[in-house]
């Protein structure tokens, strides 16, 4: 039996999503709730890889186990078990042939700013403190709508295929005194949002004279500005058909 959830989580203290070694990770601590609530061996797949310090607010992910559950005691009692900073909700049976990851129709992450300190922001906002032309940063993040080849603002060692993504929506917000990046296409490659996030903040900065199109068209790490921190960056929600 296959199920989906939906995952919320603070990535300040985890070293991502994906497991390994030598930091805690988003999905060692769903793979150990589970498996006790289970008692069952189980693996957990998520729609994507967020980086260390990376937050999520809608991450989805779909776990197999032998036996019919009850959705709603299992993610009570998963929840229970996972720290404060990690949570579980949404829980559903889906179809065998739903996947976390491949069968997404979209992601939208969001990348949060702020033009002065925000202690109570702290590892929440990017933290501006020189002057930026938002008019420029607005005008350029438009530009990224369309089909593109990405190649400069994936970091080197992503293990893509290719660099190609359609970007359906990327626009600048303002919330209360926040600056607020959203971006939403259906894929995206390694540290593209937070590379596009900082080489938007050169451009408003002057740093950068580059066109947004001039960049895209380089094809050119080395042409890109920055990359933003991660812990301005949430992973908002992956977006599938038939399921919330």
């Known amino acids: 039996m296959r199920y989906f ?12 999503w994906q497991r390994q070694n030598n930091a805690p990770t988003i999905q060692d601590a769903l793979e150990t709730a589970f498996c ?17 310090g990376v937050h999520a607010r809608s991450q989805g ?26 949570a579980v909700y949404h829980l559903q ?13 979209s992601r939208r992450y969001r990348y949060f700013l702020c033009p002065r300190k925000r202690p109570l922001l702290f590892k929440r906002v990017w933290m501006l403190f020189y002057p930026i032309d938002w008019s420029k940063v607005e005008s350029s993040a438009r530009l990224l709508c369309g089909d593109h080849d990405f190649s400069t603002f994936c970091a080197a060692g992503s ?5 190609r993504c359609t970007v359906t929506h990327a626009s600048l917000t303002t919330e209360n005194d926040l600056r607020v990046f959203t ?9 593209m949002v937070r590379s596009i996030m900082g080489t938007l903040i050169d451009i408003g900065r002057g740093r950068i004279t580059d066109s947004m199109a001039d960049l895209l068209a ?9 990359t933003a921190p991660a812990c301005g960056l949430v992973l908002d929600k992956v977006f599938y058909e038939g399921v919330d």
Do not use: W
């Not at 971006?183 to 540290?191: G, H, K, P, S």
């Not at 380089?218 to 920055?226: E, L, P, T």
């Open 5 to 16: 959830f939906r995952v919320e989580y603070d990535g300040t203290r985890y070293g991502g």
């Open 36 to 52: 006790i609530v289970l008692r069952a061996s189980c693996r957990i797949v998520g729609a994507g890889r967020t980086d260390a």
């Open 61 to 86: 992910a779909h776990i197999e186990t032998e036996k019919v559950i009850n959705p709603s005691a299992v993610e009570l009692s998963v929840n229970a078990l996972l720290p404060a900073d990690i």
């Open 93 to 105: 049976q889906v179809g065998e042939n739903f996947h976390a990851r491949y069968s997404a129709l």
């Open 159 to 163: 293990g893509a295929r290719h660099a």
């Open 183 to 191: 971006i939403e296409a259906n894929r995206f490659v390694y540290t």
């Open 218 to 226: 380089a094809k050119d790490r080395s042409r890109a500005g920055m």
